[in-house]
């Protein structure tokens, strides 16, 4: 988990809210990643960015929405027009991709979030 | 595209057991394999990977795995479990998406080994 934080470790959403979770590397890494996590269906990709002030769609996208502001920084926002928000999420970053090929992901704790 | 498949579950192993924990890959063009750990709340840690060369590639604590490219395999290995191995295990392999690390992972493998 070095150098990738997420914030809160837990969070508690009513139906309705829009929720952001935080997302902050120390690595100088410039991609980053947005990953879900549900039992049984391991990691579906949801964001992913390569450069500050870009990011790309994943594979289970809708309802949910980012920013790239800063290098360091990547955070999600869960809107309310996500249809089953709870699970757990997880960050990751790698090196940039064209100067170090075919890099490993580093992970970030977690948060897992809970509709109520 | 690319796909990974990890076809069991859950392994069960005594400790000091040897353990291999499955996965198979679809791929076209190279295959870029990898093998990362997840203990319970928490997010995952690197194991090793496959890019080129040696088919038996070491990795962290004690892990290895063997890349065999006509069984389309990259199974995760350890001569000796322990019981602090117990954890959720994850294979990916890279997407093939041009320039980028975007990993396809599969739906992991839960190891229980028992004292």
């Known amino acids: 988990d070095g150098g990738i934080t997420q914030s809160p470790k837990y969070l508690f959403r009513k139906e309705g809210q829009n929720v952001t979770l935080s997302c902050e590397q120390n690595?100088?890494?410039?991609?980053m990643y947005w990953y879900r996590q549900d039992p049984g269906q391991g990691l579906r990709l949801i964001y992913y960015s390569q450069i500050v002030n870009d990011f790309q769609k994943g594979d289970i996208a809708e309802g949910y929405s980012v920013s790239r502001e800063k290098k360091e920084s990547f955070p999600l926002t869960v809107t309310s027009a996500q249809k089953n928000p709870t699970a757990f999420y997880l960050c990751?970053?790698?090196?940039?991709?064209?100067?170090?090929?075919?890099?490993?992901?580093?992970f970030g704790p977690g948060t897992r979030l809970t509709v109520l | 595209a690319q796909s990974v498949a990890q076809p069991e579950d859950q392994v069960n192993v005594a400790e000091g057991n040897p353990l291999t924990v499955k996965c198979t890959y679809s791929?076209?063009?190279?295959?870029?394999l990898f093998w990362y750990v997840q203990y319970p709340n928490r997010g995952l840690q690197f194991l090793l990977k496959?890019?080129?060369?040696?088919?038996l590639v070491k990795g962290s604590y004690g892990f290895e795995a063997e890349f065999n490219k006509s069984q389309t395999s990259f199974h995760l290995k350890k001569p000796s479990a322990l019981v602090s191995d117990s954890a959720l295990y994850f294979c990916a392999v890279r997407d093939g998406t041009y320039n980028t690390d975007k990993l396809i992972f599969g739906t992991g493998t839960r190891l229980q080994v028992f004292p």
């Open positions: 496959y890019i080129t060369g040696d088919n």
């Open positions: 791929v076209s063009g190279n295959p870029y």
């Open positions: 990751a970053s790698s090196i940039d991709p064209p100067r170090g090929s075919y890099n490993e992901q580093f």
């Open positions: 690595l100088n890494h410039d991609a």
